[in-house]
T-cell receptor, first 111, second 115 residues
Framework: TQLLEQSPQFLSIQEGENLTVYCNSS?????LQWYRQEPGEGPVLLVT?????EVKKLKRLTFQFGDARKDSSLHITAAQPGDTGLYLC???????????FGKGTSLLVTP | GAVVSQHPSRVICKSGTSVKIECRSL??????MFWYRQFPKQSLMLMAT?????????EQGVEKDKFLINHASLTLSTLTVTSAHPEDSSFYIC???????????FGQGTRLTVV
């Protein structure tokens, strides 16, 4: 099983602040996905990155895939209370389709 | 995006009984579905990969006789927790791969409580 390390595990910030969540692995992934999960619900896909060095933007969220396809970051600008949730990165290995998840980053944005 | 529906969303059962959870892909065919388990404040742990028309592939440490998986059609996979015990109480989530096999979409999860 390829391991994905996420940091930080918990993050509590005030509305308007910026933050970055990291996802790192010693393994190469053919693609990496970011999900957001709210309590009692399934994860919702935010973005998929495939190409090393790729940067994708989704409104105030910026996702980056490392050049070597072993790591990724999620940057949120001007966080809002609606951004609160569990952010999960997941990687698809070259040999299979099953997703391996990081432990997640629990984000709390207070007004 | 593709829609995956899980049923039931919540279930309470007595110890020793069996519970079946359904995972359906509503607007696409899914040859591969996955079952995950999630404990409070923790990430998703892959339990098994469900392949249509063949036996499921279980992750190490997951009892195949306890967690029975059936993927009888391209749009339905079921997970049956047999002889449930309180320690089986958890949030169970399924996901299904789209035809391109690069993105997985998740069901809304099933909260199982064994009393």
């Amino acid at each position: 099983t390829q391991l994905l390390e996420q940091s930080p595990q918990f993050l509590s910030i005030q509305e308007g602040e910026n933050l970055t969540v990291y996802c790192n692995s010693s393994s190469v992934f053919s693609s990496l996905q970011w999900y957001r999960q709210e309590p009692g619900e399934g994860p919702v896909l935010l973005v998929t990155v495939v190409t090393g060095g790729e940067v994708k933007k989704l409104k105030r969220l910026t996702f980056q895939f490392g050049d070597a396809r072993k790591d990724s970051s999620l940057h949120i600008t001007a966080a809002q209370p609606g951004d609160t949730g569990l952010y999960l990165c997941a990687g698809t290995s070259n040999s299979g389709y099953a997703l391996n998840f990081g432990k997640g980053t629990s984000l709390l944005v207070t007004p | 995006g593709a829609v995956v529906s899980q049923h039931p969303s919540r279930v309470i059962c007595k110890s020793g009984t069996s519970v079946k959870i359904e995972c359906r892909s509503l607007d696409f065919q899914a040859t591969t579905m996955f079952w995950y388990r999630q404990f409070p404040k923790q990430s998703l742990m892959l339990m098994a990969t469900s392949n249509e028309g063949s036996k499921a592939t279980y992750e190490q440490g997951v009892e195949k006789d306890k967690f029975l998986i059936n993927h009888a059609s391209l749009t339905l996979s079921t997970l049956t927790v047999t002889s449930a015990h309180p320690e089986d109480s958890s949030f169970y989530i399924c996901s299904a791969l789209t035809g391109e096999n690069t993105e997985a979409f998740f069901g809304q999860g099933t909260r199982l409580t064994v009393v």
